[in-house]
């Protein structure tokens, strides 16, 4: 388990960090948690001649407000953004998927950052993301962009950011007050998921009033499920109502097959789930 | 004794004192010295290529670039080493006409699994040697690999085509021709007319044993004697058959086995990575180091269990057993190791378990596969047998719709009928059975969960509860020195030990059992503390170098406490008889007079005594001893168990099984074991926590699964799930203490009973749950997804019984997420370029 050399820098801000990646072409890699890149490198599965670690600019850390959108920095570790009270209160959803994730040692390691750029499809941040309508703040030689998550998630461990750029923040539309539930189906508790199901919702008087719904897992990229949504809208938080309103989530979802169970099983999964996940968030 | 010991250290009574083990802080500190801490002046690293393929011709191996590569000082291939040594060993030939391939450490001509290593690359710097092997080019014509048990055993083709068959060895038992019993045959054409028969196929995944510690070997030959560091359970065992394979004096070889992170029978072999490492060595004279990564641990590790079990069992219509046969295929891998031929066979006696069956007989086909090796693993044979029997005994009762535990209680020995010789013909000393299961039952609370049960089935609760038994026992304390001759087995099965008495009143207590996490120089301690009335603290434990422990057969079979430590026994009785002759002569006593109690030796009916640490003192100082007398108190015993122990208890799981999911939860689990005389309860709940994890993961969790092309999928931690402590509930443990009879400690072992004893409580609890909605059998690990399709296939109308060993694994998905592919690594490895 010893990774290739490389050339290793570790600026203090993110200009240096762009300048770096732009003098390193194309065979760079940046380095966050190091949660799932060192295990590539160790394993050869890729071996960049450069690694930019970004673990000591403090820019990219930390939880904040920013009028209606909740900021989160990429460096902020999983640990950090599972106790954070301003997540707790304006994105609640994301504490709750962030606290599924592996165990202790990586949530301290393991970034918010890194887990979204890392964007596999197994992971538990990206469907919460995509849930809460997040925006994804992308630095490069020629500046800022923002992408929204509809368009972050591009395909399996891809997404919208660039050779040479570095996600430095997410913003999330504060969605204060909402219920939230992720239900995570796995087989150990260290276990990335096999499906799981994002929610987050309003309800008054035990009625529905607004839904977020996207799942994890279920394709190459974490899927919203608009139509779930709708249906959820105005239902009473029953088990047959849920049941009905969430019925068809797995249509048209083309799932992996694995060890864990083939594709026809996950759709099966998608639907108890998201019945759960729902009635669980409503409470 | 007098009431009060002035010198203070008079130990009260060591031996069931919940001791915290004196190891521990170095082990979970890691302040210590494992293996790969090992650096040399001028150590040189190994790296390893290894064949990618199951099974191939190697028609060219091209090392000009790895030779060049920077800090490279040799290449090798097998051709390079394999006149340096002979075929590793296998110990066991378990028929006069077994069959086995010649097995080089570095493979010369033809690789028969994926793994296998093709050459090996020296350097200056493990980075360089790994580096290195990535420039080694090997050219290979494809071979069929043979890669599924069964149609092995039809073969061919053939895993080693010179071989002209896939079967090494057959190897039967049969209670008519043994005299033991009746004829199995007859027993089950009688049940065939009047009495139910149960026939069954059931298959032991192949798991792997995931030591915490990956294997690591230095070797140094600069001295007179050629020095190897190995993580090892068996220095003793290693240190003779590197001799022999390797053509080198044994005496010219000291093994020593550092702190060794676990083994689980994974670290009793002569690995190919040692034999590499010392012919390196050798060659080149100059240190050498060795660790492997955990990906090469699980590709060339050995691996455990592989079996496919058909079983008939018969019994009368009131539920008496009256004949069990068991045809047994064991996949043995690519090659023989050191026990891989014997690991069968040694279920072969616990098949009939505590029952009284009348009739038995045993067959099992060794067969070959062009899949990774297979040899001892936690339980070795044993748990195979355990979980085919108390899984045929939960199916009979369903088949007489009895309650298991009643038919259980109808059909195993009872306490009053020990000793009893079984229909396999060993002779168990002792048991109660019943005391365990009484005990279990309380503490389950068995009768509200079957209350439980019944509700959820009547109101067709989405989550349905079963409740699995298990009343296991095992013959463990490896072993009586004839049974292992009679049975083939290359060496006998004693243990050594020694017990140094110190001027200064210390004691250091040598034994040939290696530790590897057990705790033995705990349990060691306190043993001696109480023999020779010496406090615990002063009290040394060595072992695992060839040159301080100098004879031993080391750790495995759950033999260290039942064998190594009756020899430490034995040898301390030694240091006692020859301190009392001085201590008669000191005090000018008759030896008769004497007394030894609390350590020290009195004159009955006077206050005179002597402790035994100040007669240390004085045949240290030999100014005036018994003429004739060696002027030492150290003692030496090796020690010969007249019989194995056997370990037994009742295990019961409650299961929760989510109808919608297929998702399996263990809700509660209570097990009584009784493993005789407790020397240190505290070592005793580890091994039973541990031991309950690994045989639940063999149930729920753990499966080494290959591809049609014989590349091993689960090939990380990310596929192949070791469950951690978080998927488990506490466990409900208890004991009853029925002593062992042939041993004067009365101990058993308890090494591998937690596994032995759950893999079946939880099978039976899975099915216990779904038996009432039409599942017969579930294929282990039962996964959610296998429990749901078996669930399905019973809504469709279709028999729900048995289903292919791996589904999953000929169906062309292996390569979508979550296992290793080409195009997408490991879940952790997928890039984000
Ligand atoms: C044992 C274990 C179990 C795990 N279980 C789970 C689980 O259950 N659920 C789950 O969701 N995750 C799980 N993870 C993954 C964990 O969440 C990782 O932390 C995460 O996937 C990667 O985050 P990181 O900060 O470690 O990133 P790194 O490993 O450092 O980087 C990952 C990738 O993202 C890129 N990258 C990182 N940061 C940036 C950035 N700011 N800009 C551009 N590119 C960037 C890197 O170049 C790299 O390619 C597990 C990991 C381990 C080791």
Excluded at chain 2, 507 to 514: H, I, K, P, Q
Excluded at chain 2, 575 to 596: G, T
Excluded at chain 2, 601 to 621: C, H, P, Q, R, Y
Excluded at chain 2, 799 to 816: F, H, K, R, Y
Aim: hydrophobic residues 40%; proline residues 5%.
């Amino acid at each position: 388990m010893i990774p290739a050399a490389f050339d290793y820098h570790a600026p203090t801000s993110v200009e240096e960090a762009l300048r770096l990646l732009a003098e390193s072409g194309d065979d760079v890699k940046v380095l966050a948690g190091g949660q799932s890149l060192l295990p590539v490198l160790k394993l050869r599965l890729a071996a960049p001649e450069v690694v930019v670690d970004l673990g000591r600019i403090d820019a990219l850390r930390g939880v904040r407000e920013d009028g209606e959108a909740l900021v989160i920095g990429a460096m902020t570790p999983h640990h950090e953004v599972a106790s954070d009270p301003l997540v707790q209160q304006h994105a609640l959803l994301l504490r709750e998927a962030t606290r599924t994730v592996a165990d202790p040692q990586v949530r301290h390691r393991g970034t918010f950052g890194g887990a979204l750029a890392h964007a596999d499809p197994a992971g538990d941040l990206l469907a919460p993301c995509l849930a809460l309508d997040a925006e994804f703040v992308i630095a490069g030689q020629g500046g800022t962009r923002t992408v929204a998550a509809a368009d972050f998630f591009q395909d399996y461990f891809t997404t919208a950011i660039d050779d040479g750029e570095i996600l430095t923040e997410v913003r999330v539309p504060k969605h204060t007050g909402w219920r939230a539930h992720y239900e995570k189906f796995s087989r150990v508790a260290q276990q990335w998921s096999i499906v799981a199901i994002a929610v987050t919702l309003r309800s008054e008087g035990g009625t529905i009033s607004e839904a977020r719904v996207a799942l994890t897992n279920m394709g190459t990229v974490p899927i919203r499920a608009t139509a779930a949504e709708q249906a959820l809208a105005g239902v009473a938080a029953t088990p047959e109502a849920v049941a009905q309103a969430v019925a068809g989530i797995a249509e048209g979802t083309e799932p992996p097959s694995d060890l864990n169970g083939d594709a026809d099983y996950r759709r099966h999964l998608a639907t108890v789930l998201a019945r759960r996940a729902v009635l669980a968030a409503a409470g | 004794m007098t009431a009060v010991d002035e010198t203070t250290t008079a130990p009260a009574a060591e031996i069931g004192s919940p001791r915290k083990r004196k190891e521990d802080q170095r082990l979970i500190t890691g302040r210590t010295r494992y293996t790969d801490n090992i650096t040399l002046p001028g150590m040189l690293h190994l790296g390893m290529v290894r064949s990618p393929l199951a099974h191939a011709t190697i028609t060219g191996i091209h090392t000009d670039d790895a030779k060049a590569s920077p800090g490279v000082v040799a290449v090798y291939t097998g051709a390079d080493l394999a006149a340096a040594h002979g075929s590793l060993p296998n110990a066991w030939p378990v028929t006069p006409d077994q069959k086995a391939p010649e097995h080089h450490a570095v493979a010369v001509d033809r690789v028969a699994f994926a793994g296998e290593i093709v050459a090996v690359v020296v350097a200056r710097s493990p980075r360089e040697a790994r580096d290195a092997t990535e420039l080694v080019e090997v050219d290979y014509d494809d071979l069929e690999p043979v890669l599924d048990l069964e149609a092995a055993a039809a073969g061919p083709p053939y895993a080693h085509p010179d071989l002209g068959t896939n079967e090494s060895a057959t190897w039967i038992f049969d209670s008519a021709e043994a005299g033991t019993g009746s004829d199995v045959e007859a027993a089950i054409d009688q049940a065939r007319g009047d009495g139910v028969v149960i026939e069954r196929t059931y298959r032991q995944q192949r798991l792997i044993p995931a030591f915490m510690e990956p294997r690591s070997t230095v070797v140094d030959p600069t001295s007179e004697q050629i020095t190897m560091w190995s993580a090892t359970q068996v220095p003793h065992i290693l240190r003779l058959m590197l001799a022999l394979t390797c053509n080198i004096s044994e005496s010219k070889l000291r093994v020593i086995a550092p702190d060794v992170g676990g083994g689980f029978g994974g670290k009793l072999q002569v690995t190919p990575e040692e034999v590499t490492t010392l012919l390196v060595a050798n060659r080149l004279g100059k240190p050498v180091k060795y660790t492997e990564t955990r990906s090469e641990s699980l590709v060339a590790g050995h691996h455990g269990r592989d079996q496919v079990q058909r079983l008939t069992l018969s019994a009368t219509k009131e539920g008496i057993v009256t004949g069990l046969k068991v045809d047994l295929l064991a996949n043995m891998g690519a090659y023989l190791g050191l026990v891989t031929s014997g690991v069968p066979v040694l279920g072969a006696f616990m098949y009939n378990s505590i029952y009284k069956f009348p009739a038995y007989r045993f067959t099992c086909h060794n067969i070959f596969t062009n899949l990774t090796w297979t040899d001892a693993y936690r339980g070795a044979g044993r748990p195979e047998a355990t979980f085919a029997i108390e899984r045929l005994m939960d199916d009979l009762a369903a088949e007489l719709q009895m309650d298991p535990i009643e038919l259980r209680r109808k059909n195993w020995i009872r306490h009053e009928e020990f000793p009893f010789t079984t229909v396999a013909g060993l002779e168990y000393d002792s048991g109660n059975y019943e005391a365990a299961t009484d005990k279990a039952l309380e503490l389950f609370g068995y009768d509200e969960l079957r209350s439980e049960q019944q509700r959820r089935r009547e109101s067709n609760d989405p989550v349905q509860l079963g409740i699995g038994t298990s009343t296991f026992t095992e013959m463990c304390g490896l072993a009586p020195s004839r049974v292992l001759g009679s049975l083939a087995y290359g060496a006998g099965g004693w243990e050594n030990a020694q017990v140094r008495m110190l001027p200064s009143g210390k004691v250091e207590v040598v034994t040939g059992a290696s530790a590897h996490g057990q705790g033995h120089e705990t349990a060691w301690s306190q043993i001696v503390a109480d023999r020779l009335g010496v406090a615990f603290e002063d009290v040394e434990v060595l072992h695992g170098d060839t040159q301080v422990s100098v004879k031993g057969l080391d750790t495995y079979g759950s033999r260290s406490l039942s064998v190594g430590g009756i020899a430490v026994v034995k040898a301390a009785d030694k240091v006692i008889e020859k301190a009392r002759h001085v201590a008669a002569h000191l005090m000018e006593a008759s030896e008769d007079d004497l007394e030894f109690s609390g350590g020290r030796f009195s004159v009955k009916g006077t206050d005179k005594g002597m402790a035994i640490g100040e007669i240390a003192l004085a045949v240290f100082a030999a100014h005036n001893l018994p003429d004739g007398m060696e002027p030492t108190l150290d003692s030496d015993a090796t020690y010969d168990p007249v019989n194995f122990s056997f370990p037994h208890g009742t295990h019961l799981a409650a299961m929760e099984v989510d109808t919608e999911t297929g998702a399996v939860k263990l809700r509660k689990y209570v097990c009584v074991d009784d493993v005789g005389i407790v020397v240190n309860p505290l070592i005793v709940e580890g091994q039973v926590h541990g031991g309950l994890v690994q045989g639940i993961a063999q149930a729920l969790f753990e499966e080494a699964v290959y591809d049609d092309q014989g590349t091993l999928v689960t090939g990380s931690f990310v596929d192949y799930l070791v469950p951690s402590a978080a998927d488990v509930p506490d466990f409900i443990t208890d004991r009853t203490e029925t002593p062992s009879t042939t041993n004067p400690l009365g101990v058993k072992g308890v090494g591998e009973a937690g596994t032995i004893a759950s893999t079946p409580a939880i099978v039976n609890g899975v099915l216990d749950a779904i038996r009432h909605l039409g599942v017969q059998d579930l294929t282990m690990p039962c996964t959610p997804s296998r429990v749901w399709q078996a669930l399905q296939s019973r809504e469709q109308g279709e028999p729900a019984s048995v289903q292919p060993t791996n589904p999953e694994q000929t169906s062309g998905n292996l390569n979508s997420s979550g296992v290793i592919s080409p195009e997408q690594g490991p879940r952790t490895e997928g890039g984000a370029s």
